[in-house]
């Protein structure tokens, strides 16, 4: 297929995000932020192959005539236990997609790994008030696109049954911080306060790391991983996270050891995110916290939702 023609039918179609690929030398890393403002000419190579586009919209853009847009069709697979109310249900998702330039192991093989435990050792039938409901999310990396058509695809009265939502993406960071969304707004300057009750999610994740001996930070809420539909619809939501790209302070050290002015994960997207590069400490701390969290609020949400 032209490249060119497929992203002008992609941006009359409305599109956020194309990927691109490369047929001699597999996929950009990358997506065009918005092809409806991206110049895209049909022959020439300017970036290259593992080079970032991302936050390039609006400029010129000049792609090799050989780059192809590839349709794939990805996946969610949604599970929820046979007991428990259906009308308050306590949700809890982690993406299984990775980036084209690694394997993905921490981002986001750690929180579909510590669901996918969760899960198991809940099995379908548990002694639960509350029915609990795993998702894995397909596509989070081309712009949350499975979380999000799952939101959407959701009824009001069917999002109204969601008391809240869990996230974890990035629970095993090599340099980890120990961070919860702050739902409140109160450690950041961030997007504002999430919607009510998610300052009381951001507590109890809190307390559970507490537990354990470690002193949690807050983290921006500002929707960069799959809780972003569900807050945009008003779910009251929260989550763990060890940290990407942001770089571990002496204070941090002090509190958690690793290593000052490094980065919290510095395979964040690379290839070297592998099943070597995960500090299993933390994600054992971050998954047991998980689990109480879900296993509280499958009993009882009531001081999130009132
Ligand atoms: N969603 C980001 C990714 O998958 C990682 C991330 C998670 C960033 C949580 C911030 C907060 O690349
Ligand atoms: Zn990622
Ligand atoms: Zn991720
Ligand atoms: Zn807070």
Known sequence: CDFAQKAKVAADRGAKAVIVYNNADGPLNGTLGD????????????KQVGESLAGRAGTEVTL????????????????????????NVVMAGAHLDSVPAGPGINDDGT???GLLATALKMGGSPQVRNAVRFAFWGAEESGLVGSTKWVRSQSFEQQLDIALYLNFDMIGSPNAGYF??????????????????SAQIEKDFVDAMAAQGVQVEGTDFDGRSDYGEFIAV??????????????KTAEQVAKWGGTAGQAYDPNYHQPGDTLANVDRVALGRNVRALASVIDGYSQSTEAVNG
Do not use: C, M
């Open 35 to 46: 092809p409806s403002k991206a110049t895209i000419p049909t022959a020439g190579v300017t």
């Open 180 to 197: 919860a969304y702050d739902g409140d707004d109160s450690d950041h300057q961030g997007a504002g306060p999430g919607p009510q009750g």
């Open 111 to 113: 929180g579909s790994a």
């Open 234 to 247: 008003g779910i009251p939501a929260g989550g763990l996270f060890t940290g990407a790209e942001g770089v």
């Open 64 to 87: 090799d005539i050989q780059a192809r847009l590839k349709d794939i069709t990805t996946r969610n697979v949604v599970a929820q236990t046979r007991t428990g109310r259906p009308d």
